[in-house]
Nanobody
Framework: QVQLVESGGGSVQAGGSLRLSCAASGYTYFVNCMAWFQQAPGKEREGVASIHEDGTTNYADSMKGRFTISQDSAKNTLYLQMNSLKPEDTAMYYC?????????????????????WGQGTQVTVSS
């Protein structure tokens, strides 16, 4: 089992920045993909970005440019740097992990591909 705990969410004005963190514990040795997802009220959960254990990143097309995913393997921590935030970025942000993609060049940003999830951290952007 892998446990994931997100932090760093909060309220910010449009144009501001936030950095989300996701601390992983448990059987992290087997994890080869981690990702961030967002879910706005009344909408389906959608992918933001993923990162392979070798550092290869993959971004959802709509998320390219303002968000940056990174990881600190020594600390078992995943990050999401969010810049130039917009009110439409308001959502719950979830961290996810998976151990089935070791042979892949990059990790998916599809929610159904991930089995381990955190509880989420809320991001609210006001205009």
């Amino acid at each position: 089992q892998v446990q994931l705990v997100e932090s760093g969410g909060g309220s910010v004005q449009a144009g501001g920045s936030l950095r989300l963190s996701c601390a992983a514990s448990g059987y992290t040795y087997f994890v080869n993909c981690m990702a961030w997802f967002q879910q706005a009220p009344g909408k389906e959960r959608e992918g933001v970005a993923s990162i392979h254990e070798d550092g290869t990143t993959n971004y959802a097309d709509s998320m390219k440019g303002r968000f940056t995913i990174s990881q600190d393997s020594a600390k078992n921590t995943l990050y999401l740097q969010m810049n130039s935030l917009k009110p439409e970025d308001t959502a719950m942000y979830y961290c996810a992990a998976e151990s089935r993609f070791g042979g892949m060049r990059s990790c998916p940003v599809t929610p159904d591909e991930y089995n381990y999830w955190g509880q989420g951290t809320q991001v609210t952007v006001s205009s």
